[in-house]
């Protein structure tokens, strides 16, 4: 199989963790580099918590940049209750000595993507701030941007609000900027989000691997299940890297999807237009703010949950 050129943006977050560990050690994956942005902590913690999930997958020399402190309009709400206070599940984990990028965010996505003779596949699973901000600032540098695999959004129900998912409810101004960028995004929602997960028994188990990543990983997920006393507890945003690099254990469909950036009480939602041909064609969606998205819809559980287990579980190739 031909590696997929990558690079993540996270708000590491326990389930960012739980990506990077995994693009990082996949064979597949050639991980560019990634970009942090504030939303499940502030953007400082998150470049620290990066840099440690880096130091236990045992990566090589991986860029990881600095981006947006806040969403462009509204201000930061963190989600400590599921991550914690330092967003990675409070395990006291000994700082990393790796040093951040010294450029910014946006200036490491347009030098990679500028770098790479491999179409580049980008995958946020964090609020859409540094990559809104990158489409407005290298415009000619995001036209050659190949594709957008995201973790954010739903085309059913929320979990920061009834409405809208955390990561597009935290910058829907960001979010509305990267739907209509024109480049094709996949969007992996909460509509399958919270179905690949792994019990305390795996965790167990992963703890007492050999391979420092799995011990990483058991300990991180035990925080989880302790912190929110659910098991299994999800593996979260690693969907959208795994739906990045294996699209047949997903099934999507093409909705047109326009984000709410109203103050109301569905602001950050991903409206997805579900009707029929014919209903739509007699009221259409908002089509001047709309875009059409392909949404994952269904997902084979088993074998994205062990995807990810026996890559975490082999380690460093
Ligand atoms: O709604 C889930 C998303 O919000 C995930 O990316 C999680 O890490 C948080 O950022
Ligand atoms: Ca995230």
């Given amino acids: 199989m031909n590696k997929t050129s990558m690079i993540l943006d996270v708000d590491t977050g326990v389930d ?114 540094n990559i809104a901000l990158f489409l407005r600032a290298f415009p000619e540098s995001a036209k050659k941007i190949h ?37 094709p995004i996949t969007m992996y929602g909460l509509d399958v989000f919270m179905r690949p997960g792994i019990t305390s028994e795996e965790a167990i188990v992963l703890k007492n691997s050999t391979a420092p990543a799995a011990q990483f990983a058991g300990s991180l997920i035990e925080a989880f299940i302790e912190r929110l006393h659910i098991s299994p507890i999800t593996l979260g945003d690693f969907g959208a890297v795994a739906a990045a690099i294996h699209p047949e254990l997903f099934t999507t469909e093409m909705f047109d999807v326009v984000v709410d950036t109203s103050s109301g009480p569905a602001r950050g939602q991903t409206i997805c237009d579900r009707r029929d041909a014919f209903l739509k064609d007699l009221e259409p969606l908002g089509l001047e703010d709309s875009a059409k998205v392909r949404v994952v819809m269904d997902l084979d559980v088993e074998g994205v949950r062990q995807l990810w287990l026996k890559t975490i579980e082999k380690g460093r190739f």
């Fill in 16 to 129: 960012d963790a739980f990506a990077v560990l995994f693009a990082a050690l996949h064979p597949d994956i050639n991980l560019l580099g990634i970009t942090c942005v504030d939303g499940n902590t502030n953007v400082d913690q998150v470049v620290a918590n990066t840099l440690k999930v880096l130091d236990a997958a045992g990566a090589g020399d991986i860029p990881v940049a600095r981006g947006a402190v806040r969403p462009l309009l509204g201000v930061s709400q963190y989600a400590e209750y599921v991550h914690g206070a330092d967003g990675m599940g409070d395990l006291g984990i000994a700082p990393s000595t790796r040093k951040v990028d010294p450029r910014s965010a946006v200036e490491l996505l347009r030098d990679l993507i500028e770098g790479s003779k491999d179409p580049v596949t980008l995958v946020p699973v964090a609020p859409l701030t």
């Fill in 147 to 183: 594709r957008i695999v995201l973790m954010g959004g739903s085309a059913s129900a929320g979990n920061a609000t009834a409405a809208a998912e955390f990561n597009v409810w935290h910058d829907p101004e960001a979010a509305a900027i990267v739907f209509q960028s024109g480049v």
